[in-house]
């Protein structure tokens, strides 16, 4: 695995983390002002999870599997 490919998915498995903690508390009884911020923040990191794995696919295209 290049170690492009590897950061990549290091970096997503990290932002996996991140999303996860941000679900516990909109899992949590309801606080609005927490739960907004949660939200908000749940959203960014699925976004940016997407956009690591749309990365992630372009890498395996052009590196060879090992």
Known sequence: MS????TLKKARERMIED???HA???AAPFDRD????ARNKF???QML???????I?????ISPKD
């Open 43 to 45: 959203v960014e990191i």
């Open 57 to 61: 696919s372009g890498e395996e295209v």
């Open 34 to 37: 927490k739960a907004e911020r």
């Open 49 to 55: 999870v997407d956009a690591l794995d749309r990365a």
């Open 24 to 26: 516990k508390v909109l």
């Open 3 to 6: 170690e492009r490919l590897e």
């Open 19 to 21: 999303r996860d903690a």
